[in-house]
């Protein structure tokens, strides 16, 4: 069964830091571009960042509101995708999915996990 | 890189047929032919509808289907059933520093 098991999110306070993973299975993650999308509570999805495969060069690419405060990196042995959030914020808090793009359908979040609930709060 | 827009809420009867609309500009939706849209039942993950403007993955129901006219993208429900109650969303490849921005969302509701 192909799946994405998001996990990591927890309360944390403002300024506070906190790295989220994402296991995959049943499929070759080796060959996935891998993101991150978050949602805040009501609101619409939010692309975070992306990381390439490594045959396609391992290159991330991030949205500016995040920039310099997430890195995302993978374990491609591990078939776990990672991100790490520095500085954090409550405008932060979301509902963060790890999702392929690219994988079974062109240019589009084909495969999407349940989601890993983070809580900025003092 | 702002969100693209999309109409807040769009109702429609049983068996009826409604359009979400998805605006965004001639750097993103205008230029390249990869929107995408995705369906989300409360406490739900997003899935897949469309891709490629028009393309349905294998499983996703011939009820839905896209379209595209500059920068505009639409999403077609037809046949309007009670399941179809939902969140919907676009998303395009963008020419900025960010290269996928999603739509803010559509709540379907079926009366």
């Known amino acids: 069964e192909v799946q994405l098991v998001e996990s990591g999110g927890r309360l944390v306070e403002p300024g506070g830091s906190l790295r989220l993973s994402c296991a995959a299975s049943g499929f070759t993650f080796t060959k996935a571009w891998m993101n991150w999308v978050r949602q805040a509570p009501g609101k619409g999805l939010e692309w975070v960042g992306r990381i390439k495969s490594n045959t396609d060069g391992g290159t991330t690419d991030y949205a500016a509101p995040m920039k310099g405060r997430i890195t995302i990196s993978r374990d491609d042995p591990r078939n776990t995708l990672f991100l790490q959030m520095n500085s954090l914020e409550t405008e932060d808090t979301a509902l963060y999915y790890c999702?392929?793009?690219?994988?079974?359908?062109?240019?589009?979040?084909?495969?999407w996990g349940q989601g890993t609930m983070v809580t900025v709060s003092s | 890189q702002s969100a693209l827009t999309q109409p807040a809420s769009v109702s429609g009867s049983p068996g009826q047929s409604i359009t979400i609309s998805c605006t965004g500009t001639s750097g993103d939706v205008g230029r390249f032919n990869y929107v995408s849209w995705y369906q989300q039942h409360p406490g739900k993950a997003p899935k897949l509808l469309i891709y490629d403007v028009t393309s349905r993955p294998s499983g996703v129901s011939n009820r839905f289907s896209g379209s595209k006219s500059g920068n505009t993208a639409s999403l077609t429900i037809s046949g309007l059933q009670a399941e179809d109650e939902a969140d919907y969303y676009c998303n395009s490849y963008t020419s900025s520093n960010s290269p996928y921005v999603f739509g803010t969302g559509t709540k379907v509701t079926v009366l």
């Open positions: 999702a392929t793009r690219g994988y079974s359908y062109a240019n589009a979040f084909d495969i």
